[in-house]
């Protein structure tokens, strides 16, 4: 890695923990500059706007997500059994790899939501993308494979029972959050494989 | 009303609205002040610093929402069709009633979930008690009623479908997001007032 480019990578981590724990809105590149002991002009070198740096800080955290949670499962077969791996990352991925401020890629889809440009329709496609990976994962849970309609819908519940963690881990200190969304997750793909 | 007291209240609606699209901490005094055409020294008379203008803010909204779902629907008996209510009520919360820029209570949750202090420990209790009401709600669904835990649990999982509607709806502009919740919370009521 050169010189540039690792300043540039932790230029990127020191916005994306100020950004998760402060909004990414409320994040200037004055607190950047300052959190990473650089002057303005020097971080310039890097981006030079407040909206490159969020769109690098957003499409990093999406980057970072992939490796996180995809990267260690793709080797199993797809199935139950892969999902339930998928779903545990996404658990780690809230508390354990972003304990300090949470998902920014969830923060950043609420920061953005009625701020149209090409920030939310970038952090949109890879959500969208994400979603349509977690449908065909539905999908294989059965062989047949379900269909898609059923699929999407227990994606649908698969993502929603992530959200209800984040908010009752992180925002209502619930202790036992993980264990709640993992119990409803496990009925889901209970009731989801054998219809009826 | 007083003149004072009408003005506070277009007060709290403007910054109410500016702070549903922008965030809590990206909406200044200065904002607010040229939203409602006063200047910041006529808005000082009635919020003496930004955190007392958050605070009455985020209030506010629970109050708002309590007055919008809770309301028309205490008068039903508890039960099945009062839960349907309340449900309905939290989707039109979620998109009629706050279609500019979202539930500010969800917001503020992401936003203050890393910042502690007072606004974040009321508005803490304030989702608290919510919880507590829907888990009520819940243990009537059937008679006799259901125990406290799977009632929670139930309880756990409709606040989920309501996270995923708002993610679904109004970050990724899905057309079938309401249907989607509504299908899913039937689903819920129906396995959890006939188990096994």
Request: aromatic content about 8%; charged content about 30%.
């Amino acid at each position: 890695m050169r010189k540039g480019d690792a300043t540039k990578a932790r230029i990127l981590a020191e916005a994306g923990r100020l950004a998760a724990v402060n909004g990414l809105f409320n994040t200037s590149l004055n607190d950047v500059a300052e959190r990473c002991g650089l002057s303005k002009s020097g971080l310039f070198k890097h981006f030079d706007s407040k909206e490159a740096m969020q769109e690098s800080v957003v499409m990093d955290a999406c980057d970072r997500f992939v490796d996180f949670v995809w990267a260690p499962v793709q080797h199993l077969p797809a199935g139950r059994s892969r999902l339930e791996a998928i779903f545990e990352r996404q658990l780690d991925w809230e508390t354990v790899e972003n304990a300090a401020g949470g998902c920014l890629i969830m923060s950043s889809a609420v920061e953005l939501d009625d701020r149209p440009g090409p920030l939310r329709d970038k952090l949109h496609d890879r959500l969208q993308q994400w979603r349509r990976i977690l449908t065909r994962e539905m999908m294989a849970l059965t062989d047949p494979p379900l269909d898609y309609e059923t699929a999407k819908m227990a994606a649908f519940e698969m993502n929603s029972f992530l959200l209800g963690h984040a908010n009752a881990g992180r925002f209502m200190r619930d202790g036992d959050a993980r264990e709640a969304a993992r119990a409803a997750f496990r009925r889901l793909l209970d009731r989801t494989a054998k219809p009826g």
